[in-house]
């Protein structure tokens, strides 16, 4: 129990275009979900909280207006990375949570790595 | 400041030897000590979880110990196989909040 996925396992993109990667909850309902970049050799870095049906709370120094973050159901979030840039290359890695059931664990996806050309 | 280290930040070791990884950590007030198996590319895959009131927990090969007096944490492998590398990520989660305090990680290497 408790999976977590994520969609596209791995991307590609030109510089400028924007990438959409989804988060998803297999086998419980997330109330919150978080999403962390991971820089090669470097620990996760928490960038927002989402929480179903609201708006997501930012980490200091993350751009809300080039990642949006949308938690429109209980088993799906989504982070998109608006006119991506080279530095935006990363591997964002997404967790979820469900407190009512779960307690305060928080159980990640497998990642996607993101490669901005 | 909530922070956690680990060392070291990186091992290499024979198949079948034992390795011990150690995290120190200032977190208050500190709720639980997580450790955490990172494979190259993948996300983080939870090995055990501690209280303040647990010594020890163990999860097959591997024991972790948590010092809650000392803030001292270790990750003890035995008979480590080449399965085994990967990054080892010691993760405090303070009490109130949802946000997890993440160590910089320990690369283990587990050679032929």
């Known amino acids: 129990g408790a999976v977590v996925s994520q969609h596209p396992s791995w991307v590609i993109c030109k510089s400028g275009t924007s990438v959409k990667i989804e988060c998803r909850s297999l086998d419980f309902q997330a109330t919150t979900m978080f999403w962390y970049r991971q820089f090669p050799k470097q620990s996760l870095m928490l960038m927002a909280t989402?929480?179903?049906?609201?708006?997501?709370?930012?980490e200091q120094g993350v751009e809300k207006d080039k990642f949006l973050i949308n938690h429109a159901s209980l088993t799906l979030s989504t982070l998109t990375v608006t006119s991506a840039h080279p530095e935006d290359s990363s591997f964002y890695i997404c967790?979820?949570?469900?407190?009512?059931?779960?307690?305060?664990?928080?159980?990640f996806g497998p990642g996607t790595r993101l490669t901005v050309l | 400041k909530n922070q956690v280290e680990q060392s070291p930040q990186s091992l290499i070791i024979l198949e079948g030897k034992n390795c011990t990884l150690q995290?120190?950590?200032?977190?208050?007030?500190?709720?639980?000590l997580r450790w955490y198996k990172q494979d190259t590319g993948r996300g983080p895959v939870s090995l055990t979880i501690?209280?303040?009131?647990?010594n020890t927990k163990s999860n097959g090969r591997y024991t972790a110990t948590l010092d809650a007096d000392t803030k001292q944490s270790s990750l003890h492998i035995t008979a480590s196989q080449l399965s085994d590398s990967a990054s080892y990520i010691c993760v405090a989660a303070p009490s109130g909040t949802y946000k997890y305090i993440f160590g910089t990680g320990t690369r283990l290497k587990v050679l032929a």
């Open positions: 995290c120190n950590y200032t977190v208050s007030p500190f709720s639980n």
């Open positions: 967790s979820a949570r469900d407190f009512a059931s779960l307690g305060s664990e928080q159980f």
């Open positions: 501690m209280t303040f009131s647990e």
């Open positions: 989402s929480n179903e049906g609201s708006k997501a709370t930012y």
